[in-house]
């Protein structure tokens, strides 16, 4: 059974800097595009940053330049390093994995989620 576990998180003043990770675990085939989304209160669940398997990355125009999302394949580990916090950053910060299960020969896809992160930034 496939299951992400984040750490990471925490309270910090503005521009300061926090590092989440995300491990996954289980029975896993390959793992392709992992992600970060966030949500904050009465707020929509939004993409933060991707990478791929061959580490091309996408972020959130709001993140850009502070945030840097990488992955260790070896360890089926992504990160998210974030800088110059903003109070704007606050949320739930989720990992998201797109991976494979099972053998070559039967392999399923799917997506699976962390249990949640709290970022808290402070004024």
């Known amino acids: 059974q496939v299951q992400l576990v984040e750490s990471g998180g925490g309270l910090v003043q503005a521009g300061g800097s926090l590092r989440l990770s995300c491990a996954a675990s289980g029975t896993i085939f390959s793992i392709d595009t992992m992600g970060w989304y966030r949500q904050a209160p009465g707020n929509q669940r939004e993409l933060v940053a991707t990478i791929t398997s061959g580490k091309n990355t996408n972020y959130e125009d709001s993140v850009k330049g502070r945030f840097t999302i990488s992955r260790d394949n070896a360890k089926n580990t992504v990160y998210l390093q974030m800088n110059s916090l903003k109070p704007e950053d606050t949320a739930v910060y989720y990992c998201?994995?797109?991976?494979?299960?099972?053998?070559?020969?039967?392999?399923?896809?799917?997506?699976?989620w962390g249990q949640g992160t709290q970022v808290t930034v402070s004024s």
């Open positions: 998201n994995v797109d991976l494979y299960t099972g053998t070559i020969f039967s392999i399923k896809r799917g997506t699976y």
